[in-house]
């Protein structure tokens, strides 16, 4: 796996967020620009790797965003809407209006420009994508707004947990806070920020009014008569802007390109473990297809000498061609010196396997080949399952970059050996042999 560099690595002559922009714009372009990775697998990926294209455009523009996220009916787009000072996301009473992501600019800064992204619910009908794409905008926000409206449930303290464990900067905050009075608004805080002091520091809990109920006013005129009057009360929403502004003017496209790594990251895993299941698919068909082909040659072949010495240029083919799909090109000198230890370790750990291969050939020889039908099928299957085993041998040699890892090649075959089933492989081999067999 590719080794990201840090967005505060050390360079000379850049002032720090230059520097955050600067190896977040390198990692992003690496990972575009990998011709390594299997067509297959940006296929499989594409959707992220579309996702990499708009972070990266984001940075070039020097874009920080800001996303609300929560339950419908939480007051997400009347909390944006509010810091905006205009209506530009929908507030409709219908639950689950906001369907897509939406986004405003909102204000300049020296750097740069911060941008604000509305999010679908995420529990309502068709719950499951609504929540997929609320996750996948909040994972491209560089500040995220936690709305809640009381204590928060299950549902949503799990997704504060997810957020903040994504290494995600975070403002929870209770919106709606004008349904409280002043002493239980206090005891509401009090319990959020005690309940999330493990993933969240007390000035990062807020509460807001984005949509205040509007106060009713009574008027009494000179005869007595009184009259009520209803009045729009402006958004309570200052210490959340000046909260959001600390944020932006100490460390502004530095979050914005800390955020940027993380997701690079994260999709260079998800590439990487994409490659792995790849190759280790590919490898599995071929030590398969080899480990048939060889059986059938020994079970075949009525000269007891050259069966092994057949299978021996079997084996060294098997090897180059895993090297191959593990990225690695192997001369023939060099897979029959990988060959050579991996026999070693077969002959400690199998010696069984060998002298009933011998004791096999050996009948082929006294019979004169009256009794190859009688043996062919077992020795065949030996062989197969001998090839399987010198696969897998080498796949793992392979797979971990040409080491066997701390314990060598003998811990390696055992662990193989561990690990697998020797009756149902025979049988397995077996049966496959005598179909071959049938067929030919």
């Known amino acids: 796996m590719r080794k990201w560099r840090s967005p505060a690595a050390a360079a000379t002559g850049t002032t720090a967020p230059d520097r955050h922009l600067l190896d977040a714009n390198r990692n992003l372009r690496d990972l575009i620009e990998d011709t390594s990775i299997p067509a297959a697998v940006r296929a499989e990926l594409s959707e992220e790797f579309d996702e990499i294209q708009a972070i990266s455009e984001k940075l070039r523009h020097g874009e920080v965003h800001i996303a609300a996220f929560g339950r419908v009916g939480v007051g997400k787009s009347s909390l944006l809407n509010a810091l905006l000072g205009r209506d530009a996301f929908s507030t409709s009473p219908l639950h689950g209006e906001t369907l897509t992501e939406g986004q405003a600019s909102w204000r300049s800064f020296q750097d740069g420009n911060v941008v604000l992204v509305d999010t679908p619910g995420i529990d309502e009908m068709r719950g499951a994508e609504r929540e997929r794409l609320a996750r996948l905008v909040v994972r491209r926000a560089d500040i995220t707004l936690m709305l809640c409206e009381s204590d928060l449930t299950d549902a949503e303290f799990r997704a504060l947990e997810s957020l903040c464990g994504a290494h995600r900067t975070v403002l929870l905050v209770l919106n709606k806070a004008d349904r409280y009075t002043a002493a239980e608004r206090d005891l509401l805080l009090q319990r959020l920020r005690e309940r999330c002091a493990h993933l969240l520091p007390p000035h990062r809990v807020l509460d807001a009014a984005a949509d205040p109920r509007p106060e009713t006013l009574v008027r009494v005129d000179e005869s007595g008569r009184e009259t009520e009057q209803r009045r729009d009360r402006a958004p309570e929403i200052d210490e959340l802007k000046s909260a959001l502004w600390r944020l932006i003017e100490d460390e502004g496209l530095a979050l914005a390109a800390l955020n940027a790594a993380l997701f690079a990251s994260e999709l260079d895993e998800q590439v990487a473990s994409r490659i792995v299941a790849a190759r280790k698919a590919a490898a599995d068909r071929i030590i398969r297809n080899y480990s048939t082909g060889k059986?059938?040659?020994?079970?075949?072949?009525?000269v007891p000498v050259t069966d092994l010495l057949a299978a021996a240029g079997g084996d060294i083919a098997l090897v180059i061609h895993l090297g191959e799909i593990y990225g690695f090109r192997l001369s023939r000198r060099e897979a029959s010196k990988l060959l050579l230890t991996i026999s070693a370790q077969m002959i400690?750990?199998?010696?069984?396997?060998?002298?009933?291969?011998?004791?096999?050939?050996?009948?082929k020889t006294a019979s004169a080949g009256l009794s190859t039908a009688l043996t062919a099928a077992s020795q065949g299957?030996?062989?197969?399952?001998a090839t399987y085993l010198t696969g897998r041998m080498a796949q793992s040699w392979f797979a971990r970059g040409k080491s066997w890892g701390r314990g060598g090649p003998r811990e390696t075959a055992r662990a193989i050996l561990d690990d697998l089933d020797r009756d149902d492989l025979l049988r397995t081999a077996r049966d496959d042999i005598r179909a071959r067999l049938g067929r030919s």
């Open 295 to 302: 059986g059938l040659v020994v079970a075949l072949n009525p």
């Open 348 to 363: 400690a750990l199998m010696s069984a396997y060998w002298g009933m291969n011998l004791v096999s050939s050996a009948l």
């Open 381 to 385: 299957a030996l062989a197969w399952y």
